[in-house]
């Protein structure tokens, strides 16, 4: 491809909406332009990325015997009544009717159509395992689109849903897919971690695995331990609970003054005690449930171990300093657990009841109980991990410390069960005839997540730096002249052999500056440049310069194509 | 693929609601299943097939210079009011909000999103001519979906733009995308048509064809010279007109009793006339605007170039009969063209003026006026091409007989010209710094769409009859036991023997019976049939059979793979 025939707009100054690196160099690098907020066109340029992962997960899907199928986007409300999904899915489902009046949505997942298509064509466990997937484009409407194509309205994934006999079936599919995923990451040239992940809205039986690409910049945090293979989105992670050293109190707890203390910190401070001598104390509504949650003062309580340990609640949140009034008779920085109201449960972090000498809030303003035994002094109804886990807290499969690192997810691993299968009927019959519900699995990978996910962990101030596997060209040719008559027509020549021998190579025959040319070069990411400039041809050679590593080599002519050939298939091997 | 592993789940009964060929045999074949009215999953098979056709698409747009990109399928209304058709375009268009009460639409098409774009980044001549498309859905909220893949409300386009300095830019452009059509409907294996034919709503400055895929079932006339390359939409093609030979009447006309007649055919047998000698005369409204239609008695009326030759109007019909009664005080059956009010226009048929003896409605019940002759006894404001051709007329190029044939509209090229250019200002600045507006084209393959006029344009009682470019698998083996090791070994040797060779090929290993497994592959339309047998195994050799032709032949086992690999190589290139 001709870089002068090439819809490629390159821009020098950074976009103001896009607040992250992925989105302002996808910008700047010409790869998508905004038709509206959260919905992007790929140029060319963007598209060839974008279709090189595709091209890998299809590959990946079908090595381990997924079928492509292709189901519709506009999915029928009917469907999503019958699996229970379509009233409580909420604002983020784009809603529409026809000129019928009939209702639809826009699919954000495709559970629902997949099984409607698997029941009307399952009959025998002698069909399954069955495993189906798209690529396709989904919806979501974000309350807030940003950051590119890492949180957009529509955007492109590749899912897989899986239909087994039974759970040792589903476990098998289960562990393809993983495979299957790691492969896919890997081939991408990606750094990544599979972390346990928490099950989340979507339901289901069993484990989840979300993979997560490291990037300083990513959204999630992850721990992993540095001397085994666990790892964890951090919000999952267990905790081994630690005890503090501590003495038990001589005598009762006592009330003292705190005029005007509200925080833990604030309190740590007039006190004079560490923060592991506090108990935090935090008043909760889970839908149309109170409860009180305490878990020690250096630590972060883990809002989804609360709603998980507690059967999951739609709506789960702080109480409201008026029901705080209204239960305790306090402010909410108050609060504490002593002589709290008989009906009012209190569950505990694990390491709550390991406090020998504790303060707590006296549910009256400023004061605090000191000298506080946990059971001694107030009750306990449930002790369970709520917490949020830290770095270099110790692994709790092998007992080396854990590390913490940021990611960004782009898939994500799921044990579904039989919810939907139950709910819309997809049964088969098995060895004995008996009528059973096909056991699921859904796997999905962000496609255009992924491209995102991995400028963010390969770029530097200069531009993207793709990996060879999925770069949109793996070689850019400059010439750094249009009127040498030597460079042009070697650059032309080279062009012509690098493309017989397979190698995905653009030339910038643009009529620019060689400046422009360096820079436009950097900023799209192309993994090699090969540049010709008149001096060093005049000796016979050009110039080969690595994205990555920003090394150059000066390489006979007679040897360029062979050996950008051998890098190329190189990079392509790891 | 061995066939068990395989979704392909095939139906020896029509579905019920399938009226038309393709949409019997592509859920019979277990292409498709329908998830909703006129919203389909892609099976396995129908997906390959799908890809095929993409591929062929995408082949030729690149070889005509033409960049992909991928625009959204969501589009905000914003540009459609930009552009002028979010209040015309009326309810085909699928509306919906998002969570913030703004307002879009699921593209069925993407001239506003496309010129946006380009708007955006076209700065100046050099950068034209810019062709640019994308292969994706594409929405239309049909009143009545039917018909499978032919009309349904999601379905998949190729659609180009194209961006030129001028119109003779424009057309170089246009022919470029011509003759990419021609070689895409070729390449597909399928008989089919260029024609010139009517704008119709799109708008636009230039000519238009139409590409038809021949087919007795198609929806679309089309007719085509017998001596030359002239072929037309019926609806488009011009019309030479012809005179009767008729002798003028030899004095006034007269007003005659016609009891109870009120349409051509019983006044030509009533007044024992000839058709060619009656005037049918039609009041229509057109918007706002009412006109007395005439015709000669045998011919049928255009509304296209009756609307065409009006200036277009949104709504055009005929008068209903109580406008009748009050414009011209007769019921729709008694209307002519004698003593109409003076304000009222008459359009007429340009045969009308040719007449010398006519017969035509009095605007009175029960009579007509026999001996009219057209000027005489009547005023006609304005004379136009308004009929229907008719088959064996005169082509108006060269004079030979025309043909009519029937026809499925597969893709369409169009000059747009500077429509939306102009709309939503995509200027750049020519040669002299001059600002002015591109000069747009489009162009569009339906690709789902191709595929099923494949299926009308291919098939026989016992199923579909794929050309072989796009056939979702190239070859079938059979072996007809699943006992006599000998065959089970042979043909699995034969399935990885091919599958070396690089030809597309399943193995049909499922326990079925031998005559189950002929049906299935007669009715998915494998071009090439492998069948292995005890018998004819035993003699060293296997029968391959053509599904076109139905042939059949023994081969010799060692030459069966070579010869199979030449007849796809030699079908590929026709």
Request: aromatic content about 6%.
């Amino acid at each position: 491809m001709l870089v002068s025939q090439l819809l490629n707009p390159t821009l020098r100054e950074v976009p103001a909406e896009a607040e992250v690196i992925s989105h302002q160099l996808m910008v700047r690098a010409g790869l998508i332009r905004k038709s509206a907020s959260g919905l992007y066109t790929f140029l060319p340029l963007g598209l060839r990325v974008l279709r090189k992962i595709e091209t890998i997960v299809r590959e990946e899907m079908d090595a381990k015997g997924g079928q492509e199928v292709l189901m519709p986007i506009m999915q029928p409300a009917e469907l999503w009544k019958e699996s229970g999904r379509w009233d409580v899915y909420g604002a983020e489902l784009f809603r529409l009717k026809d000129r019928h009046n009939r209702e639809f949505c826009l699919g954000p997942t495709h559970e629902e159509i997949i099984t409607d298509l698997v029941r009307g064509e399952i009959r025998s466990y002698k069909q399954l395992p069955m495993l189906l997937y798209q690529i396709q484009n989904k919806y979501r409407d974000e309350r807030r689109p940003r950051f590119g194509l890492m949180r957009g309205r529509e955007f492109i994934m590749k899912d897989l849903y899986s239909f087994d006999r039974d759970e040792a079936g589903l476990h098998e599919s289960y562990q393809k897919m993983y495979d299957a995923y790691c492969r896919i990451f890997a081939r991408c040239g990606l750094s990544f971690r599979p972390v346990e992940a928490d099950a989340g809205a979507i339901g289901g039986t069993g484990g989840t695995h979300e993979f997560m690409v490291l990037a300083d910049s990513g959204e999630n945090s992850v721990v992993y331990c540095s001397g085994c293979d666990y790892a964890a989105n951090t919000e999952k992670s267990e905790c081994r609970p630690q005890a503090v050293e501590d003495e038990s109190p001589q005598g009762q707890r006592k009330l003292v003054p705190t005029p005007g203390v509200k925080t833990i910190e604030s309190l740590s401070e007039f006190l004079a005690v560490p923060k592991t001598a506090l108990v935090k104390s935090l008043l909760y509504q889970g839908d149309d449930k109170i409860f009180l949650v305490l878990v020690r003062g250096d630590r972060t309580l883990n809002e989804i171990k609360l709603n998980n340990a507690l059967g999951g609640f739609v709506s789960l949140q702080l109480a409201s300093p008026e029901l705080v009034k209204e239960i305790l008779g306090c402010e909410p920085g108050s609060v504490g657990p002593v002589d709290t109201p008989a009906g009012l449960m209190v569950v505990a972090d694990e390491e709550v009841p390991l406090m020998k000498r504790a303060v707590c809030g006296a549910n009256q303003a400023d004061h605090h109980y000191t000298d506080v035994v946990p059971s001694r002094d107030f009750r306990i109804d449930q002790v369970l991990d709520l917490r949020m886990v830290e770095p270099g807290e110790a692994c709790l499969k092998c007992g080396a410390p854990l590390k913490e690192a940021r990611g960004i997810e782009v898939g994500q691993v799921f044990k579904l069960g039989t919810k939907y299968s139950k709910a819309l009927g997809a049964n088969f019959l098995d060895e004995n005839g008996v009528e059973r519900s096909c056991v699921m699995g859904c796997y999905g990978v962000g496609v255009s997540r992924t491209m995102a996910a991995a400028i963010e962990q390969n770029n530097d101030e200069f531009g993207i730096i793709w990996p060879m596997p999925i770069a949109p060209y793996q070689v850019i040719i400059v010439p750094t002249s249009n009127k040498d008559a030597l460079v042009v027509e070697t650059a032309d020549k080279l062009y012509q052999e690098l493309q017989r021998l397979g190698v995905e190579v653009v030339l910038d025959d643009r009529d620019e500056r060689a400046g422009v040319k360096f820079k436009d070069a950097d900023l799209v990411g192309y993994p090699i440049r090969v540049t010709l400039g008149s001096k060093t041809l005049a000796n016979g050679q050009v110039e080969l310069k690595e994205r990555k590593s920003g090394e150059t080599h000066l390489i006979n002519i007679e040897d360029l194509s062979h050996q950008v050939k051998e890098m190329v298939k190189k990079a392509l091997k790891c």
